[in-house]
């Protein structure tokens, strides 16, 4: 009933079927790969420096290719469901001129990440990606893109190996090249994601403590409400923006350093969107401290309602969920053995993610579906993660980053 997730040697496979087809010679000489990512809950805090429980997918970002002699770089996507023309041709500036971004949108997050790669001047270099993260599915397609890519690079002229500098490179290129001012969270989960484990970031500090996630009676649902989503957009900038102008009225440098007291005096202040938006950002800080204790000690339930309350939070206050995401929460609540489910990622459509016994998984399906919605599932039980895997379908040098480890 869930759709099989593709292997990453399957992914491998065609994008090196792709690369020989497209460039001839003598295949690719390097694989690597990035996950996608799935947010369990802190849900628009990480631009405010708060706090994110975000967990590595294993639905991934493939990028095949070689290291050439010229100035050139020249890219195919055999992802699905991108804007034409799936090739595309450009030259590396050999000065300090920026690479403009442009169409098709795909490859601005290739040219985002060779402009602020960490060890420049990158070289030429050929390649293919292929994916199996779904794109406008709030499941980080963008970020598996870049992060793969900033991998890709490091195999051909490598950089000093700082992870977390790696992730702000790659949120750098969203910035610049997408157009989407993001927070921190999807591309550090996906350079820095463990097997098994949720990862709870601090989004000042950056720094990050792994929550293990391995219990076999406990599934992760991920339901494609098959409702696009785009931060690119004005609704995401503008959320941020509300943010920040709520922290600059309470004279706070961010909304993570602000108490609900603090809200509550100066709510008078505040217009009322501001207020709803800043109180959200502030009880789901804590909501997500509090979900990651409760996870830790196997509370299953106490983290399932607090999902529901950052639903409901994002759905009232931030004003970022929608009718079919509101739906398939309301369809999974009602099913026993099902402890909490929210929409996950930045909004506006994509997916819901749902926590429950794995007991539950078949008549959960069932129910969503008999509620009218034809939906790709995807059953995620969390000890039959692959984002660690290793793959071996190209001769040597194959590297491989998952979660952030580089296999040869
Ligand atoms: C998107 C952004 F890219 C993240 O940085 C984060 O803000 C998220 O929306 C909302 O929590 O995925």
Redesign the pocket.
């Known amino acids: 009933m869930a759709s099989p997730v593709p292997s990453i040697s399957e992914l491998v496979a065609k994008a090196r079927l792709v690369f020989e087809q497209s460039f001839g010679g003598d295949g690719p000489e390097v694989a690597v790969c990035a996950p996608g990512r799935v947010?369990l809950i802190?849900?628009?805090?990480?631009?405010n420096q708060g706090f994110?429980l975000p967990m590595a997918l294993p639905l991934v970002t493939v990028i095949v290719g070689s290291m050439t002699s010229g100035q050139s770089v020249s890219i195919i996507t055999a992802a699905k469901d991108v804007e034409e023309p799936r090739r595309v041709n450009f030259d590396l500036p050999n000065d300090m001129t920026p690479l403009s971004p442009g169409k098709p949108s795909w490859a601005n997050y290739v040219k985002g990440v060779v402009q602020h790669y960490r060890a420049p001047p990158v070289p030429g270099f050929r390649a293919v990606i292929a994916s199996s993260v779904p794109l406008g599915g709030?499941l980080?397609s963008s970020?598996s893109v870049e992060v793969a890519m900033y991998t890709f690079l490091q195999q051909l002229k490598p950089d000093d190996g700082d992870k977390v500098a790696k992730a702000v490179a790659c949120q750098k290129a969203?910035h610049t090249h997408a157009g989407?001012p993001?927070?921190?969270?999807?591309q550090f989960v996906s350079v820095l994601g463990r097997e098994a484990h949720a990862l709870l970031i601090d989004c000042r500090s950056l720094e990050a403590i792994p929550v293990p996630l391995a219990d076999p009676g406990l599934v992760i649902l991920i339901t494609n409400s098959n409702v696009k989503h785009s931060?690119t957009g004005s609704e995401?900038p503008s959320r941020r923006r509300q943010c920040e102008e709520a922290a600059a009225i309470l004279e706070k440098a961010s909304l993570r350093d602000t108490t609900l007291k603090d809200l509550e005096d100066a709510k008078a202040h505040l217009d009322n969107e501001t207020y709803r938006r800043a109180r959200h950002v502030v009880e789901e800080i804590e909501r997500t401290t509090q979900a990651a204790e409760a996870l830790k000690r196997g509370a299953y339930q106490e983290f399932g309602n607090l999902m529901v309350e950052s639903h409901n939070s994002l759905r009232d206050l931030f004003e970022v969920s929608c009718k079919e995401l509101d739906e398939l929460v309301t369809a999974a609540m009602e099913v026993k053995g099902v402890f909490g489910s929210r929409m996950t990622?930045?909004?506006f459509g994509g997916c819901t993610v749902t926590l429950l016994q794995a007991g539950a998984i078949d008549r959960t399906i069932e129910h969503i579906q008999r509620q009218g919605h034809s939906l790709r599932m995807l059953n995620l039980n969390s000890t039959d993660s692959n984002t660690n895997s290793n793959c071996n379908s190209l001769s040597d040098p194959v590297c491989l980053n998952v979660g952030g480890e580089i296999y040869t």
């Open positions: 947010n802190g849900e628009h805090t990480d631009y994110v709030g980080s970020a969203e989407v993001c927070g921190i969270m999807d931060l995401y990622g930045g909004g």
